[in-house]
């Protein structure tokens, strides 16, 4: 069974430091481009950054650039999150699609077949 799992949520203080993980269990996500999504209460769903499955493309959404990073480790992904703002505040997702296009990557949630449990971030003083 194909499985995406996210932890590293939390509570932390405007300005504040967090670092997701998404993990994969029964797959290897080597050919699978990852997505970051997020939602916040009474919100639409929003894509915050995506990493191709090779690695070398990746992007972010205007409103996170220059504070989050994502990178990917074997069968993991990762998503540095500095400068934490109140408006960070949500239930973060990780998804995957399989694809045969080592360079891109998609920040469209309805492209991705695969998608974890959520965590919750927080960001209040």
């Known amino acids: 069974q194909l499985q995406l799992v996210e932890s590293g949520g939390g509570l932390v203080q405007p300005g504040g430091s967090l670092r997701l993980s998404c993990a994969a269990s029964?797959?290897?996500?080597?050919?699978?481009?990852i997505g970051w999504f997020r939602r916040a209460p009474g919100k639409e769903r929003e894509a915050v950054s995506c990493?191709?499955?090779?690695?070398?493309s990746t992007n972010y959404a205007d409103s996170v650039k220059g504070r989050f990073t994502i990178s990917r480790d074997k069968n993991t992904v990762y998503l540095q999150m500095n400068s934490l703002k109140p408006e960070d505040t949500a239930v973060y997702y990780c998804?995957?699609?399989?694809?045969?296009?080592?360079?891109?990557?998609?920040?469209?949630?309805?492209?991705?077949?695969?998608w974890g449990q959520g965590t919750q971030v927080t960001v209040s003083s």
């Open positions: 998804a995957a699609i399989l694809t045969v296009v080592q360079d891109m990557c998609a920040m469209l949630g309805e492209m991705y077949n695969y």
């Open positions: 029964g797959f290897t996500l080597d050919y699978y481009a």
């Open positions: 990493i191709s499955s090779g690695a070398g």
